[in-house]
């Protein structure tokens, strides 16, 4: 019984909330290839707050599509100037009857500069403004791990592989002009895969020394294509960054 109820506990750990269709970026289109970004915008009301509280409770977390993840990405990486992002800005709506209010904003800027902002009228509500407050500063920690812009998780992954290709590569080269010697002598074949486990462990040793070299090289690849005034070079370079981290 101790197992079961051990095991429910971690299912319930790993189940994550959907709320993206209450998460809207505040954009605007001016031309066909240029859009404005103005901020990250929560569209709350009583039932998704209710949805918030419980996940908070039981230790669940925010599931964000791909594509969602791309545009906020983007948006955490250039301003609406098209130059690098100095910070993000995160507005909470509330429904009540016909009307969404703005309750709360918060400006986040990239050297750790915290701006605060709560309606004024909603402070007379402690309850609630502490449900509103708690939900907001929620979303943004959600959304904001799930950016992890400070890793290339795939690009570790390419490396890897390539490390592997390399030493199958090499253990190629070293086994099929012998192959008669080989067969003779099959101690010689253990050798030679011994020696290639080694050197793939090398060679992948070398790309952890070079792999912060990479990533700068990679991000100032990504970065060029993203502040490109081209429309071919933007979308590339906004595609490979979702696949990237995604």
């Not at 289109?29 to 908070?56: M, P």
Request: charged content about 20%.
């Amino acid at each position: 019984m101790e197992y079961r109820s051990q095991k429910q506990v971690k299912k319930a750990s790993d189940r994550r909330l959907n709320l993206e269709a209450c998460i809207e970026l505040e954009q605007e289109k001016v031309t066909r290839s240029r859009v404005l970004f103005y901020g990250i915008r929560f569209n709350l009301n009583k039932d998704i707050l209710q949805q918030i509280e419980h996940a908070q409770e039981i230790g669940d977390t925010l599931t964000i599509s791909s594509n969602l993840l791309a545009d906020l990405r983007y948006y955490a990486l250039i301003d609406t100037e098209n130059r690098l992002q100095s910070g993000l800005t995160f507005c909470t709506y509330y429904r009540l009857g016909e009307s969404n209010l703005a309750l709360m904003r918060s400006i986040i800027s990239l050297d750790g500069d915290i701006i605060n902002q709560i309606r004024n009228d909603c402070l007379e509500r402690p309850h609630f403004s502490r449900q509103i407050a708690s939900a907001h500063y929620w979303l943004i920690q959600q959304l904001i791990e799930q950016l992890r812009l400070e890793t290339l998780i795939k690009l570790n992954q390419l490396l890897t592989l390539l490390c592997w290709s390399l030493a199958l590569l090499i253990l190629a080269a070293m086994v099929i002009p012998f192959i008669p010697v080989f067969l003779e002598n099959p101690w010689m074949v253990l050798a030679a895969v011994i020696m290639t486990l080694l050197f793939q462990v090398g060679l992948q040793r070398l790309v952890r020394l070079f792999l912060p070299t990479i990533r700068r090289w990679v991000w100032r690849w990504i970065l060029s294509g993203l502040l490109s005034h081209k429309p071919d070079s933007k979308r590339r370079a906004k595609g490979i960054l979702a696949w990237l981290v995604s």
